[in-house]
Nanobody
């Protein structure tokens, strides 16, 4: 059983910064990817950044240069540092984990419950 818990969201002024955290618990085997996605009202859930257990990262073009994803593999915890925040960054941010919970099983995606980020103008 896998559980993801996000924290760190809140209200911030434009130009400010936030650091989100996601703690994953449960048994995980092999390669896995943790990520951050966001969903604004009326829009689809889009990828912000992902990071594998090996440290390979991907960023959405809209956040490159002002966003850093990192992780602590010992704790299966991912972080998202966001700087120079803009009102268009306002969304619910969801943590994801793509992983196997058994050595013979298929990889599947798990989601956290989300944390609200609101950037005021």
């Amino acid at each position: 059983q896998v559980e993801l818990v996000e924290s760190g969201g809140g209200l911030v002024q434009a130009g400010g910064s936030l650091r989100l955290s996601c703690a994953a618990s449960g048994t995980i085997f092999g390669m896995n990817t943790m990520g951050w996605y966001r969903q604004a009202p009326g829009k689809q859930r889009d990828m912000v950044a992902t990071i594998t257990n090996g440290g390979n990262v991907n960023y959405a073009i809209s956040v490159k240069g002002r966003t850093t994803i990192s992780r602590d593999n010992a704790r299966n915890t991912a972080y998202l540092q966001m700087n120079s925040l803009k009102p268009e960054d306002t969304a619910v941010y969801y943590c994801s984990l793509d992983a196997r919970t058994t050595v013979w099983g298929a990889q599947q995606r798990y989601w956290g419950q989300g944390t609200q980020v609101t950037v005021s103008s």
